[in-house]
């Protein structure tokens, strides 16, 4: 291995790709974060993932599987257990043509000749290795294998612990004990593969003689597994103690949280509990802990929104509201604009409902209602703490409101959530807990409204669209209009979609809105004169994706139905 690094920088070395420095920082990352030279080089954006790609396929000499791409020979697959493919990881992707005599098989590590020589001992077959990457690897292994190593683990279980060892076994796990045991295995595979698999959520939900597994991905539901009730009570006891919460409470409520580390990446876990007819219930949010604060160009706004955008922020004192229902990455666009904000000549102080992730430089306040520090006590701790930026998690009732509008109004920049369906109702919803018109009118910077569709994935199929739809997208009878719709292929796990993007919709306060404000007027109203200042609906920004054929029609027919 050490002559593997050697010769790969002796390679980067003579092509001047980076300097002798440089890589000497890269050898103090591998060494710092256990991770190979490559990687590490990767890490600093030192040689850029293709360079490196090149460079190494060069060194050893073979070729290069993009397995996000490519469809593998399940038949080529299964000459091999999950065990050896964790193991050495690496997976079969296919035969040589019509030779079955050779697979082909996407490595990490190539070079790696003892776990070729033991691969072509378990499949009596010629192996051709190819270079793949190591998170595209352990993705196809959670797809391929995952699913069926998780429940050959739960029937390892179900054989070992009858009733009474089951209890046992609950009693290692609260003492902290036993962290190879089968449920501590399992409940670290579902959450790998939930990262792995790009899932938000993870929903572990007792039904009547079975648990039910299912991972939400970009925001639809979608079940994994099912077993029966045998490893419950274990694996809902494992998760509540790795997420700092009361095994012996089982007839109320309960949050927690935790952490894990995937691929070298962390992970922040929210945990929460439910007492249900068939027991209790578990929801598990994840979160990249670097993946919130995202630099705002990667929002999905438009250049014209992403001036708008930057007005706002720039603007030194005010109330900058972001609505939209759950799950519409209204926390992502906070602390995006956060990030943007954060400099070292400036205080910025959070109220939040949990901390989502941490950001340096920032001080960040947890609400607690047992210590009585809600939004609004919190808030008005923060007024003395010499703030210049405010962010309110959410404003949920009339005291954070009016003390919101007011810290807005004296000097300082609040930005915050409502759960409103559109710009303009956000006032309506204002004026509903008890702030004066007038107030909201002086206080309000603007108001961004926001939706989360999902992107079709690269294998779209287009077609032409009907009379009707070209109706729907603002398009005359005669006009030619190519829409895409989701087809399916390995990249999206055969869903068709792949990521989303934000549907927006700014409404920055002009002169005219502040006097509609003032007056009084309707949400309808308020709209129709933004639309006449040139604001974006949520429909219309809906409308532009579909035409350029980033997401499909039947996702604008969701935000369209929101705003019916």
């Not at 050779?102 to 077959?125: H, R, S, Y």
């Not at 705002?296 to 939209?324: A, C, Q, W």
Request: with cysteine; aromatic share 4%.
């Amino acid at each position: 291995m050490q002559k593997k690094h050697t010769r790969l920088m002796d390679l980067i070395l003579s092509r001047g790709l980076v300097t002798e420095e440089q890589l000497e920082e890269a050898l103090e990352e591998k060494k710092a974060k256990d991770i190979s030279l490559e990687e590490a080089l990767v890490s600093l954006g030192l040689i850029s993932e293709r360079e490196m790609i090149t460079i190494l396929c060069q060194q050893m000499k073979v070729g290069y599987a993009e397995l996000r791409t490519m469809k593998l020979d399940e038949e080529a697959v299964y000459l091999i257990d999950g065990k050896a493919a964790k193991k050495y990881n690496l997976i079969p992707v296919g035969f040589d043509g019509e030779n079955k005599d050779i697979i082909q098989v996407a490595m990490a590590d190539p070079m790696d000749f003892a776990a070729i020589d033991d691969l072509e001992i378990i499949t009596n077959k010629r192996i051709y290795p190819m270079l793949a990457q190591r998170g595209q690897i352990a993705f196809q292994i959670d797809k391929y294998f995952g699913k069926q190593s998780v429940l050959d683990v739960a029937d390892e279980y179900k054989r070992e612990y009858e009733t009474e060892r089951a209890a046992r076994e609950i009693e290692t796990i609260r003492n902290g004990q036993n962290d190879e045991s089968p449920i501590v295995r399992i409940v670290q595979s579902i959450m790998e593969q939930a990262v792995r698999q790009r899932a938000s959520d993870i929903h572990l939900e007792p039904m009547n003689e079975e648990i039910r597994i299912r991972f939400r991905i970009d925001g639809n539901l979608i079940e994994v597994m099912r077993y029966d009730m045998t490893i419950f009570p274990a694996l809902i006891a494992r998760v509540k103690i790795i997420a700092g919460m009361d095994i012996s409470e089982k007839r109320k409520p309960l949050d927690g949280r935790t952490s894990i580390m995937v691929d070298q990446a962390e992970y922040d876990v929210r945990v929460s509990s439910i007492p249900t007819v068939h027991g209790e219930k578990v929801v598990m949010r994840l979160a990249n802990k670097e993946g919130l604060a995202r630099d705002k160009r990667s929002l999905g706004l438009r250049e014209n929104e992403l001036k708008i955008f930057e007005r706002m922020l720039g603007t030194p004192h005010g109330l900058i509201l972001v609505t939209g229902p759950t799950g519409s990455g209204k926390s992502t666009t906070l602390y995006t604009a956060l990030n943007e904000l954060n400099q070292d000549h400036v205080n910025i102080v959070t109220i939040e409902d949990p901390v989502e992730a941490i950001l340096p430089g920032i001080s960040q306040i947890q609400v607690n209602v047992k210590a009585d520090m809600t939004f609004a006590n919190a808030l008005r701790s923060i007024l003395r703490q010499d703030p210049d930026i405010i962010m309110v998690g959410e404003i949920r009732d009339s005291e954070t409101a009016e003390i919101a509008v007011q810290a807005s109004i004296t000097g300082h920049l609040v930005v915050s959530t409502l759960h409103t369906n559109s710009t303009s109702a956000s006032i309506g919803r204002l004026v509903n807990m008890g702030v004066e018109p007038y107030l909201i009118a002086d206080a309000l910077v603007g108001v961004v409204a926001q939706r989360l569709c999902r992107r079709l994935c690269i294998c779209k199929k287009g077609r032409k669209a009907t009379v009707l739809e070209k109706q729907e997208l603002g398009a005359g009878a005669e006009e030619e209009i190519t829409i895409y719709e989701p087809h399916g292929c390995p990249l999206c796990s055969h869903t068709g979609y792949y990521g989303r993007i934000g549907v927006y919709e700014l409404m920055p306060i002009s002169q005219s809105l502040r006097e509609q404000i003032t007056n009084c007027h309707t949400a309808s109203l308020l709209q129709e004169a933004a639309i006449k200042e040139g604001m974006t609906t949520l429909r219309q920004s809906a409308v532009r994706l579909v035409r350029k054929g980033i997401t499909s029609i039947s996702e604008l027919h969701k935000i369209a139905c929101e705003e019916d």
